[in-house]
């Protein structure tokens, strides 16, 4: 093989190294902002919880609260960016396969496709509620649901469309905490460098993170449900509405503080995925 032809090979290597560094740092990027805003919605919730509900306890809350700190533009346009950096690892994912043995198969290159889609939504509401010009990024969670749902009824078979896709969301939320209980993570993790307290700690904010993150779209879900059998869409709520039901359960407020908890748990599960995960 000549020296042009090696050269090239070489260009080709380094390029692609460049490409998959970069990817990489994307992706930690995002987990580092999904888990901003996780544990700001977490503890928006816990104050709700205790009687402070001035702020909803949604994305659209958390995205007020860093737009209130000092600087609070930039680390706007810091977790935009992030979460874009997520959307674009996702959508790598679907076209060239996950890290691992089965990254290859079709339906985690779905399931990767659809993470693209839903990280590229938040990521462009964040850009948008960081650059002035307002969108779904900056709006009530609980109206958003309520107009979406209403718009839907107004189709062909609009109930059923709500239902089936309320359905979906709810069973989300079961696999999802069923996920955590199960520990399915851990495969994702680089195992060998995490020992003793650190993995008890990831094991702790994970499990408990997704437990929390499952009960809140299983019950998500299930208000699309009713909203859909009822044929009622001001019954669907968005992520405030919800939390906030919790408290109205025979447990009171101590069970939306629970759930609150476990939020801002996920929030700090996904900055350890930022450090330890696979990519």
């Known amino acids: 093989m ?16 460049s490409d998959s560094s970069a990817l990489e740092t994307a992706a930690r990027w995002g987990f580092v902002a999904r888990g901003v805003l996780y544990l700001l919605v977490g503890l928006l919730a816990m104050r709700i919880a205790f009687g402070d509900g001035k702020r909803e306890a949604d994305r659209g809350g958390a995205l007020a609260e860093v737009a209130a700190q000092p600087l609070g533009q930039y680390l706007l346009w810091a977790l ?8 674009l690892w996702r959508l790598s994912e679907a076209l060239f396969g ?17 993470r693209f889609l839903f990280y590229g939504f938040v990521s462009h509401s964040v850009l948008s509620f960081a650059a002035g010009t307002g969108g779904s990024g900056s ?37 999802i905490a069923g996920r955590a209980v199960l520990r399915k993570y851990r495969k994702h993790l680089k195992t060998p460098e995490l020992r003793g307290r650190t993995r008890q700690a990831v094991d702790v904010t994970g499990v408990a993170g997704g437990i929390a993150r499952g009960a809140v779209f299983a019950m998500l879900g299930g208000f699309a449900v009713k909203a859909a059998v009822d044929y009622e869409p001001d019954r669907a709520k968005g992520i405030d509405d919800t939390l906030r039901s919790f408290a109205d359960t025979s447990a009171g407020p101590w069970l939306l ?16 995925m930022a450090r330890w995960r696979r990519i």
């Open 98 to 114: 996950a890290a691992g043995p089965d990254g290859h198969k079709p339906r985690k290159r779905l399931l990767s496709l659809a």
């Open 2 to 17: 000549g020296t042009w032809a090696l050269t090239r090979r070489g260009r080709r290597t380094a390029r692609r190294a």
């Open 139 to 175: 709006g009530s969670s609980d109206d958003q649901s309520e107009d979406v749902t209403a718009r839907a009824m107004q189709l062909p078979a609009g109930q059923w469309i709500v239902a089936i896709g309320g359905l979906a969301i709810a069973v989300a939320g079961v696999w």
């Open 80 to 87: 935009g960016i992030g979460l874009a950096g997520m959307a």
């Open 257 to 272: 503080a629970l759930i609150a908890v476990g939020l801002a748990m996920f929030g700090l599960f996904s900055f350890a």
